[in-house]
């Protein structure tokens, strides 16, 4: 009989209580700034990073989970009986994290001959972050134990990570100026001019599909944007950072536009506001030309 459990990194963004409800298990990334390292979601919570950024001007930093600590979870999962883990890692490209994660797969069997025909690892690159993983690893979590097998939930994942993407409106450039997500030259122009990127997130990659003049318009300018790309009648998650009033206004507009409400809210976690700063909103959809 198959025993499944999912497994992933702090940056899903899955909040602490449906972590442990769920059985997931979860490592997690450790943080530096202002002398001061922790591990995210373990040590500090979302609301607690925000306020340590509240009293520094230093752009936290991060490093990659390293193949050790997967090596050590599969040993402690393969002792628990477990026959099948889902390993899903954040965004390849933008972290070393996904290539430790296989590395390890392979250091374990290497180790551990005997595991090979008793345990499957699979291992699923996300191409992206936080709920946009976060979400369909905790409806793959709620698929186990409605009993589905593990290639069921392999392919449910494979199909999310390959349609979907984050469209997201950062307000301050500081952080995605720091961490190249925009060039410092586009970054100074923005701020000059009061424009506000559209950043998308999907396949791996990261591009610029619009500009926002003004706060104000931000609402009904990325509702539109979504409008025309989402799916119709498809689910679709908001993000926000420090403050969830803006996020708030474009449900209330989507549901006006799609009878939908939201079927998530969450905060963007430490890793990924370290990359884009704690002041935003963001949607994860499905995309409609995919």
């Known amino acids: 009989m198959s025993k499944i459990i999912m497994l992933t990194d702090s940056c899903c963004d899955l909040p602490k209580e449906i972590i442990d409800e769920l059985g997931i298990k979860v490592l997690p990334f450790t943080l530096t700034v202002g002398g001061e390292s922790f591990r995210e979601i373990y040590d500090k919570s979302t609301k607690e990073f925000y306020e340590l950024l509240e009293n520094t ?113 950062p307000y301050n450039l500081k952080y995605a100026k720091k961490s190249g997500r925009i060039s410092a030259a586009k970054a100074f122009a923005g701020e000059l001019l009061g424009l506000k990127p559209v950043i998308l997130f999907s396949d791996g990659e990261t591009s610029t599909v619009d500009k926002i003049r003004g706060e104000k318009n931000i609402v009904p300018k990325l509702v539109d944007i979504l409008e025309k790309n989402m799916t119709p009648q498809t689910p679709y998650i908001m993000l926000y950072g420090r403050d969830d009033t803006v996020a708030r206004e474009v449900e209330k507009e989507l549901i006006k536009k799609t009878g939908r409400k939201a079927e998530m809210f969450g905060n963007i976690g430490a890793v990924v506001t370290s990359n884009i700063g704690p002041d935003l909103v963001a949607v994860v959809v499905r995309r409609k030309n995919k």
Not at 59 to 77: N, R
Not at 84 to 104: C, E
Not at 137 to 166: P, T
Request: net charge negative; proline share 4%.
């Open 57 to 169: 001007d230093e752009i936290p930093k991060h490093s990659q989970i390293p193949p050790v600590d997967f090596e050590e979870a599969y040993k402690e999962l393969y002792a628990q009986g477990y026959t099948d883990i889902i390993s899903v890692s954040l965004n390849s490209k933008g972290s070393g994290t996904f290539n430790n994660s296989v590395m390890a797969k392979n250091e374990f069997f290497e180790n551990n001959p005997e595991a090979k025909d008793k345990l499957r690892i699979f291992n699923l690159d996300s191409k992206c972050y936080t709920l946009f993983y976060g979400y369909p690893v905790m409806e793959a979590a709620k698929k186990i134990r409605r009993g589905a097998d593990a290639e069921e939930i392999v392919a449910y994942l494979e199909d999310w990570f390959s349609v979907c993407g984050v469209y997201a409106v």
